[in-house]
């Protein structure tokens, strides 16, 4: 008698299958699927619990929103007399501070103009004096310095006797 390759592959199937069935096997997978099955029996219940309760938080959203907009309504109305009402109280009271701030600005600019005027008065000055220091600087000699520095020296002590 010979045996072929696929009679070894049978009877290693054949041994397979009965080593899964003597370990029980089949039993275990069975549970485990019963126990999965379970377990996404639950799931599903707290989901549709969750849903419920998301379209519940809805409907009251939904009710809110209505509620809100119903007073921002009347809200707008009330807001609209009162600014009609403030809009003639505004009217006076800034034609009052537009001529006040018209003079005050009339005042600044004047203030203005005087401080420039100084202040182009104060440069002019500055640079007519560092004018004059640089042509006496540029022409002056020794001697000349010397001398005028003997009769800034002599004037000043005739001034302190």
């Known amino acids: 008698m010979s045996f072929d390759a696929s009679f070894f592959v049978a009877l290693s199937f054949a041994l397979v299958i009965l080593g ?16 999965r ?3 996404i029996r639950e799931e599903l219940e707290q ?19 209505k509620k809100a907009e119903e007073e921002s309504r009347s809200m707008i109305e009330q807001a609209k007399l009162d600014s009609e009402k403030m809009a003639e109280d505004a009217s006076a009271a800034l034609q009052a501070r537009l001529e006040r701030k018209t003079r005050q600005a009339e005042d600044k ?19 007519a004096i560092s ?20 009769n800034s020296i002599q004037n000043v002590s005739s001034h302190l006797n």
Request: charged share 30%; hydrophobic share 45%.
């Open 37 to 39: 099955a379970d377990k």
């Open 109 to 127: 600019i004047a203030q203005a103009e005087a401080q420039l005027s100084q202040e182009i008065r104060a440069v002019s000055a500055e640079l």
């Open 20 to 35: 899964f069935l003597k370990l029980g096997l089949p039993g275990r997978v069975a549970s485990m699927l019963d126990e």
């Open 131 to 150: 004018a004059a220091g640089k042509l006496i600087s540029e022409n002056m000699t020794t001697e000349t310095a010397d001398k005028i520095l003997d």
């Open 47 to 65: 989901a549709q619990s969750l849903r419920d309760e998301a379209q519940a938080l809805l409907k009251n959203y939904r009710q809110r929103v």
